[in-house]
Nanobody
Framework: VQLQAFGGGEVQPGGSLRLSCAAAGFRLDNYHIGWFRQAPGKERQGVSCISPRISSGHYIDSVKGRFTISRDDAANTVYLEMTSLKPEDTGVYYC??????????????????????????WGQGTQVTVSS
C-alpha cells in the first residue's frame, strides 16, 4: 500500500491550495484516508479524515470551515481543499491509511498516540508554506 501526496506550495495568508493523495498499485475505495501535518519543531498533528463511501469528513477544530476533504474514487484520489490559509497552517502535509483496512480508522486520526499505531502506511509529505 503506497500513497503519494502532492500539491503543496507557498501562498499568502488567505490563499488556497488543494492537496492530492494518490494511490500506487491499489484502489483507495475501501480505505479510510487521513491527512496530517507537521510544522517545524512540532509534533505531527492529525488534520482530517474521510471514510470509504462517505462524502463528509472529520476535521480538527482549527481547520473546520476552511478545509474540505473529499474523495474521487474514479480518479483513485483523496483531496484536501484548503482555503483561508493562515501562517499556522504551514508544515509538511502527509496522507496516510492502514494497510490492514481497519474499519474504524478515522476514530484515531486526532491523537498521536493512536494514529502512530493505527495509520500504518504513509505517503511522502508535501510542503505547505503560508507566508506574506
Amino acid at each position: 500500500v503506497q500513497l503519494q501526496a502532492f500539491g503543496g506550495g507557498e501562498v499568502q495568508p488567505g490563499g488556497s491550495l488543494r492537496l492530492s493523495c494518490a494511490a500506487a498499485g491499489f484502489r483507495l475505495d475501501n480505505y479510510h484516508i487521513g491527512w496530517f501535518r507537521q510544522a517545524p519543531g512540532k509534533e505531527r498533528q492529525g488534520v482530517s479524515c474521510i471514510s470509504p463511501r462517505i462524502s463528509s469528513g472529520h476535521y480538527i477544530d482549527s481547520v473546520k470551515g476552511r478545509f474540505t476533504i473529499s474523495r474521487d474514487d474514479a480518479a483513485n484520489t483523496v483531496y484536501l481543499e484548503m482555503t483561508s490559509l493562515k501562517p499556522e497552517d504551514t508544515g509538511v502535509y502527509y496522507c496516510a491509511t492502514d494497510h490492514f483496512q481497519r474499519s474504524d480508522l478515522c476514530r484515531y486520526y486526532r491523537s498521536s498516540s493512536y494514529f502512530r499505531r493505527y495509520f500504518t502506511s504513509w505517503g511522502q509529505g508535501t510542503q505547505v508554506t503560508v507566508s506574506s
